[in-house]
């Protein structure tokens, strides 16, 4: 009878994957069945339980990524603040453009 609707808890789910891991594919499938899970959600239970184990030494960035990191930034910034001096720069040139504009057809209008 399949356990729909089951509140799956996080032992519960670990449990299951561990019940699962030497299943073949087939008999696996039948066990997804039988509970009233999918394969899929089978499986990303396992990706959880593998990410909660990785030790916290691996998970962290080499220093040699984060000079990296660091350097990439500072060019992302770099970049960022030439591309918003010459967006200022336009938006200064369109303002004249127009008074210089406004001031040499006021004439022509009378």
């Known amino acids: ?3 729909l ?8 789910r670990l449990e299951a994957v561990v019940t699962t891991a030497a299943l073949p594919a087939a008999l696996r499938n039948a066990w997804c069945r039988e509970q009233g899970i999918y394969p899929a959600e089978l499986d990303k239970w396992c990706t959880s339980a ?8 691996d ?3 080499t220093p040699q990524a984060t000079r990296h990191d660091r350097k990439r930034i500072k060019e992302l910034e770099r970049e960022l603040l030439r591309k ?3 967006l200022a720069e336009t938006a200064a040139l369109l303002v004249l453009s127009k008074k210089v ?5 006021r004439g022509e209008d009378a």
């Open 5 to 12: 609707g089951r509140a799956w808890t996080a032992a519960a």
């Open 59 to 61: 998970a962290r960035a």
């Open 50 to 57: 593998m990410a909660a184990l990785i030790d916290p030494q």
């Open 101 to 105: 504009t406004a001031i040499f057809n």
């Open 1 to 3: 009878m399949p356990a």
């Open 84 to 86: 918003d001096r010459a």
